[in-house]
């Protein structure tokens, strides 16, 4: 406290609380006016204003004092009318306020005015004078019960909260009608829409149905749509496929059995309205039908579309379609017939998983899908299906006449080795794909085919062909050169590890530079070697049972001969790698 205090009035006390204590008790309304309009704090000025009586004082610190909270109350200090020249007259952020006070009863006409005419914001930057009014309006048209007033704000009212407001509690059919159809804003008529009686209303429900520009009106009056003649002219006609639809779900299928079929055909239409017309369906011979012509769309996207990255596939016939037809000659005709071939390998692949015809019948089907469909990927599906055991020849014909790599390579893994060893021989050289060459590579009889082996180890593009061909060799010179020479260092490990010459083999492990991402070398690959060929036969024994690393048993393992101990091996080995070349070993010693 200051010392000059003391001598003041405590309505003058210089800390502000002292003051506002001081004003709440002062009844003199000269010092309040006053203090109102000039004490420094805003707090104290409200006390002052709250005992204030006059009226053209009040309704000038409405308008200027510089506080919010001030000047609403002087607002609401005031005991005239409030009119709206009073709140125009109001400053900008006091109005939204000010607007709340008003009493719809009496100003009403004011508010709708203001309602639909005021742009000026409040006190909050979300917060306008329209709005204030608006929610005045809405509250008072919640408690209406007069249906005249209603209907006027439901026909009338401004913003379209008001009219939305008013037709929730409008009853007039035929004003609702109308404002389903036209009101400008598009929640108003769904609203109205709403609250629409089925019963009375089901041609002009149709009409909305079809034409209205907002969904949620199109949805609703389709929900309350009941006549079938409507139904079906809504999904005929409807703009959206959201509202076809959600029409066609409410149709009846047996009725419109012609309009689900033409609609399922209809290969330019959208996708998941034939699907949910088709899922209507039950009649196995229209399913087939339907099924014959239908075709995948797909869609692109900016991506690498050569490869297929960046396509969507939207295929129409699903199994659970496929599961409605019983007939065999329909299943049957589909796979040969169907213009999709997505829908004839579909239909492919359920007649293999379901098993419906008998064993010889389903071979003699994918014999001739192997042969003569259009589709690369239908015949490669069939050709993995077909038993070897019963077409060897058709194999045979097809790894020299079928263009689809996938296919041939199918075909040469299922031919019996012992049977077309001059056909291998001939696609070894020939194929212009390298996966089948070396497919064909591995069925070759080593005993039968050096020099053929020799001059693909040399001389074929493929690294992977060279690779197998070299681990069918047994010319130790040509091994050697290999080791030594050729570009690719996968081919030149796999001659290292065939390898028998140390002298080439210490070249090898003193010369070759090629190291790959995990550390294993070419140089390693020689080393190893070296010590497992030096080995003596107990020695080679412990060093594939308990060398530390890997690569090192693994390499004792292909020179063992003691067919127990690779058994143990293949047993118990950790390593998968190592297990699997002593099973490898294993068949290879019993072949000899």
Do not use: C
């Amino acid at each position: 406290m200051a010392f000059m205090d003391l001598f003041k009035p405590r309505f003058k006390h210089s800390n502000s609380r002292v003051r506002e204590e001081a004003v709440k008790r002062l009844k003199d309304q000269n010092l309040l006016k006053h203090i109102a309009k000039n004490d420094e704090i805003s707090y104290v000025r409200e006390v002052a204003v709250e005992k204030l009586k006059d009226q053209k004082l009040l309704l000038d610190i409405a308008k200027k004092d510089e506080n919010y909270w001030v000047r609403l109350k002087a607002w609401k200090q005031l005991a005239g009318p409030k009119t709206l020249n009073g709140i125009d007259s109001l400053s900008r952020s006091t109005r939204g306020a000010a607007v709340e006070e008003l009493d719809p009863e009496k100003w009403l006409d004011l508010l709708i005015d203001i309602a639909k005419n005021d742009k000026e914001g409040g006190i909050f930057p979300d917060y306008t004078v329209r709005e204030a009014a608006e929610k005045k309006l809405k509250k008072f048209i919640e408690i209406l019960e007069d249906q005249k007033q209603i209907a006027n704000f439901a026909k009338n009212g401004e913003p379209k909260s008001v009219r939305k407001t008013a037709v929730l509690k409008l009853e007039d059919q035929e004003l609702l009608a109308d404002i389903a159809k036209n009101d400008l804003d598009a929640f108003v008529r769904e609203t109205a829409v709403r609250k629409l009686d089925p019963s009375k209303w089901q041609e002009l429900l149709a009409d909305i149905a079809k034409n209205d520009e907002y969904y949620e009106s199109n949805i609703e009056a389709v929900r309350k749509l009941r006549d079938q003649k409507l139904l079906a002219d809504v999904v005929k006609n409807a703009g959206s496929w959201r509202i076809q639809k959600s029409a066609i779900e409410k149709i009846d299928a047996n009725k419109w059995q012609d309009l689900l079929l033409k609609i399922a055909k209809n290969n330019d239409g959208d996708m998941s309205v034939r699907r949910i017309a088709l899922d209507k369906l039950e009649d196995e011979r229209i399913i087939a039908e339907i099924a014959k012509t239908s075709k995948t769309k797909i869609s692109e996207y900016p991506a690498d579309t050569s490869t297929g990255i960046g396509r969507s596939f939207y295929t129409l016939i699903k199994k659970k379609d496929l599961t409605k037809i019983s007939n065999k000659k329909l299943l049957e005709d589909i796979v040969k017939n169907a213009i999709d071939p997505y829908v004839r390998k579909n239909t492919v692949q359920f007649l293999g998983e379901t098993k419906i015809l008998n064993p010889s019948k389903w071979q003699n089907l994918l014999a001739d899908i192997a042969k003569n469909d259009k589709d690369k990927e239908v015949r490669e599906y069939a050709v993995r299906k077909l038993d070897q055991s019963k077409w060897q020849d058709l194999l045979a014909w097809l790894t020299k006449n079928e263009k689809y790599s996938l296919s041939r390579q199918e075909a040469v893994n299922k031919l019996n080795p012992g049977k077309w060893q001059d056909l291998f021989a001939d696609i070894a050289k020939n194929d212009k794909d390298h996966l089948v060459r070396l497919n064909a590579v591995r069925k070759l009889n080593r005993n039968k085919w050096q020099n053929l082996l020799s001059k693909i180890a040399r001389n074929d593009k493929d690294s992977g062909v060279r690779t197998v061909a070299v681990m069918e060799l047994k010319d130790q010179k040509l091994l050697a050169d290999i080791a030594k020479n050729d570009k690719s260092a996968e081919v030149r490990k796999a001659a290292v590890e065939k390898l028998e010459d140390r002298e080439a083999l210490n070249w090898v492990a003193k010369n070759d530079e090629y190291t790959d991402i995990f550390g294993y070398s070419v140089r390693k690959a020689a080393e190893i070697r070296i010590r497992v060929i030096s080995a003596k036969p107990e020695e080679l024994v412990k060093i594939a049972k308990n060398d530390k690393d890997q690569d090192i048993r693994k390499a004792a393992v292909e020179i063992l001969e003691d067919q127990e101990v690779l058994a143990w091996i293949a047993k118990y080995d950790e390593s998968s790698m190592v297990r699997e070349s002593s099973y490898d070993r294993i068949k290879e010693l019993k072949r000899k």
